[in-house]
Structure formats: C-alpha cells, structure tokens
C-alpha cells in the first residue's frame, strides 16, 4: 500500500506509522543497509506549539525493542514532554527479536561527529515532508527547526541469552551488559531482564562476573553471579532502608530466635526475596503473576524455593483480599495455596509487605504500582495483614506531582505515620507506612542483623523523612 504523503500534515495523539525508503546515506559509512526504516510517532498528549524532533538509531542496536517498537518509541518521545512528534530514522533490518550489540562488531564503528552534520543535511529533505503544517518555526526565515537527538545509556555491549514469553507479561528478554558506571566507577557486568511492553524500564538486575576474564566477545565466556550482598537495582537499597523505621522491633524479633515474616507483592528476578533472605533472615513469601517470570527467576538469577523463601504465582491483588480474609479468620496455619504451597510458616501476620510492581499500561509512561493498589480498600487490606508493629513499604514511580500528592493524601489516610526516601533519579520514591506511631527508640546493641542492615542502606539512612 503506497505511504499518502499528506498523512503527516497533521499531528494525530498516539499516531504510529513505520515505512522504509531507498537509503540516502548508503555512500556513508553509518548507515550499510539497502534500506533505511524511519518510524513516526505522534505524542499521545502533543504540545500546543507543534515541535519535532528526529534520531539516529544506533549502529548495531536497529533491532532492540527500545527503537524496533511503538512501545519502546513511546517510551522515548515521552522523555520529552515538549515534542509533538519523534522521528526515528535507522538500518533497516530482517531481525524482528533484539540480537545481541557488540559496537567492534559494527562496521566502522559508530558514527564521528563530523560525520552527523552530513547525516543531518542529507535527511533534511525527508525530515521537511514529515512537518505538519502547523509546526512551530524558529527561524525568522520561515525554516522550520528540526533537531537531532542523541540517544545515550551506559551499555557497552550486550548479548541476549534467551526470549521468553509469559501468559501476563507477554515477551520478555534475558541479557548480559556490560555497563559503562556513571562518576568514572568503571565498568561492570550485568544480567538483566526487560519486558517488551515497556523496554526501556529494567525489571531487574544482578552483579555477573565472567569466569575467565581472557576474552574478546561475550559470546566465549560463560559468566557466573556474584553474590556479595550487594543490590544494584537503583530503588531496592532503598527499600531495604525502609526497614531501619522498625528495625528495634526486627532486631528484637531476631534476637528472641524468631525470624521476621516478609510478603514480596512482584517478584521478579528475585534480586530482593534472596536478599531479605540470606542477608536479613526473613522468611520471604513473593508473589508473582506470572509462572514463566518464576522460571526465569531460578534459570538465569538464582532464586530457589527453600524453607525462607516461598512463592505463590497470582494477582496481588486478588490475593492480597483474600489473605485479609483468611488472616482475620483462621490465620495461615494448613492453609495451602493453589500451587500446593504450605503457608503454615506465616500463621500471623506479616512483620513487611514491600510491594514493587510497575503498571502495566505503557500509554502513562513508567509508572509504579498500578492505580488500583491506592484504593482505599486495597490499602485497608494490606495493613489489615502488617503485625501491629509491622510497615508497608513500596516502591513509587509517580506519573506527575500531582497523583503523587493523592497518593500520600490515601496512605494517611489509613495508616498511622508515612516515611519517603527520595531514591535520587528523579524517577523513584520509596515509601514507608507503618500501622501503628513508632516511638523513636535508641538502638545501642550492634547485632549482625544491625550492622547488614547499616551496612546496605548507607546514605539512605539518613534520607528517611516522615511526612
């Protein structure tokens, strides 16, 4: 079907249109392939004053999800609330699934800067037929403005293990990156997994190292975990913080040879149950939607079923009702879940809840938990199920300042004192919410429980604030 040329005259929210043409900058080297793919897409919410913007998709990187889809495009264009429409502009390739990136691989490398000026100038004519009409001009001469953007993250390479689809999640993807540290930390390892509905969010990630540091390609190394008690996930560390408002009552419970009972609502890798674990001492109850992201969770991050760490595949929100229910009538003592999993270990309440699930609509952008958790009756479920001196804690991605206002406004609402820690990435908040007043008590004892603790949260520490 021939592309009408008058379709992107206007701008139409949420539009997405992809076509392929002859390739313009086949006499230069960035650019190898026959054809070049430019994808167009429409801001769901457009700004009065029409702006566009184009990028170059990365030598090597055409089929990964962030630039191969709608949803990674979407996830792109809405890092930038000014523009009405991003054009994206690269090798056409036959991958539909993302291939592994190695940029040594890519030939003649990625492009200089020199180079983009000619990049820019030859696409300048293609980029003029996709203005609407109603663009908004900087020029006094009736030219209409067109950046470029430059599109950076601190992967160096990576290699994709394997492609998953899961009945709740759909696709996801299993890779190990080496990543370039922010502040000059060097370089690290790293085995992450992305869901395709929303690729430009990492569900989770661990420390890897490679077991024989001789080699070229990732490919010839076969890699291991590293477990040194270490959460590189940006909001875990934080989370983990969130203990330290009742951590005399943990402590004491430790102390007196009972471990404290945690409920993980998301579990993903299971970078977070393994901690609260083997670091902490919990007994760990996860729930997780979906059966295939609990495989991945054992294949490729080592999380295992034990006597500390128990999973239930389901909707948290279904099961969270109906643990209220059973916990004010019967407790949990023979109570068996549908899996045939045993919950006589968690007769009573729980000491944590430490909720980490994202939303599941990609149209909002990165946004976390859904909006059905700050309902009123979800909330009063949840600390129906919280010990009289137990907290929720929950990982926060608020869509703007305003639903994060209301969702302060619920918790109040219905638990007795709230706590944030800003997580420092302009993305993530960490909130605490305790269902009785906690009185400031000093600790002296330094237990090993204490010490891990102080240890993991560092700075964070002293970034509790009470609300």
């Known amino acids: 079907m021939a592309l009408d040329p008058t379709a992107f005259k206007t701008i139409v929210p949420s539009r997405y249109i992809t076509f392929t043409i002859p390739n313009l900058l086949l006499h230069l080297h960035h650019f190898n392939s026959s054809q070049l793919r430019i994808a167009v897409l429409d801001s769901p919410a457009p700004s009065e004053s029409i702006q566009i913007a184009a ?39 036959n991958s539909t699934n993302p291939t592994s990136y190695n940029p040594l ?59 998953c689809v899961g009945e709740f999640v759909g696709e996801m993807l299993i890779e190990d990156v080496e990543l370039e540290l922010e502040d000059g930390g060097g370089r690290e390892f790293r085995r992450r997994l992305r869901f395709k509905r929303m690729p430009n969010l990492v569900q989770t990630q661990i420390k890897i190292r490679p077991k024989n ?4 390609n990732m490919e010839e190394v076969e890699f291991e975990i590293v477990d040194d008690g270490v959460l590189v996930h940006p ?27 945690a409920l993980c609502l998301g579990v993903g890798g299971g970078a977070l149950l393994g901690f609260l674990s083997s670091q902490l001492g919990l007994q760990v109850l996860g729930i997780e939607a979906d059966n295939v992201v609990l495989e991945i969770a054992r294949r490729y991050f080592g999380l295992e079923r034990g006597s500390s760490i128990h999973l239930c595949v389901g909707d948290a929100l279904d099961l969270i009702g109906k643990f209220a229910t059973q916990v004010e009538s019967d407790g949990f003592c023979g ?4 899996n045939g999993e045993h919950l ?43 010990s009289k001196d137990g907290v929720v804690i929950i990982n926060v991605i608020p869509s703007n300042q305003t639903s994060y206002k209301l969702v302060i406004t619920e918790f109040k609402e219905v638990f007795a004192e709230l706590y944030e820690i800003d997580v420092g990435n302009e993305d993530n908040f960490v909130l605490i919410a305790s269902a009785s007043k906690i009185g400031h008590v000093s600790v002296h004892r330094q237990s090993k429980f204490l010490k891990k603790l102080k240890q993991v949260s560092g700075s964070f520490l ?3 604030r009470l609300i």
């Not at 540091?213 to 070229?216: G, H, L, P, S």
């Open 55 to 93: 990028m170059l998709v990365p030598i090597g990187r055409e089929s990964d999800w962030y630039f191969s889809t709608e949803q990674g495009h979407l996830q792109l264009i809405l890092n930038f609330p000014q523009l009405s429409r991003l054009v994206l502009i690269g090798n056409s390739t």
């Open 105 to 163: 691989l890519c030939t003649d490398g990625v492009a200089g800067v020199a180079d983009l000026s000619v990049v820019e100038e030859n696409l300048m004519p293609l980029l003029i037929e996709l203005i609407p009409r109603s663009a908004f001009c900087r020029t006094g001469d009736g030219l209409c403005e067109i950046p470029f953007l430059s599109y950076e993250d601190e992967v160096v390479r990576s290699l994709v293990l394997d492609r």
């Open 213 to 216: 540091v001789d080699f070229i």
């Open 235 to 261: 909001y875990l560390t934080p989370m983990v913080a969130g203990l330290s408002v009742i951590r005399s009552f943990l402590d004491a419970k430790i102390g007196n040879g009972i471990k404290p009972k």
């Open 335 to 338: 109570y068996v879940l549908e």
């Open 344 to 386: 006589n270990d968690f007769d009573g309440k729980f000491d944590v809840i430490m909720i980490d699930l994202d939303a599941t609509d990609s149209n909002i952008g990165m946004s976390a938990p859904p909006l059905a958790f700050f309902h009123k009756s979800v909330l009063l479920a949840i600390r129906t199920l919280l």
């Open 462 to 464: 002293d970034s509790i």
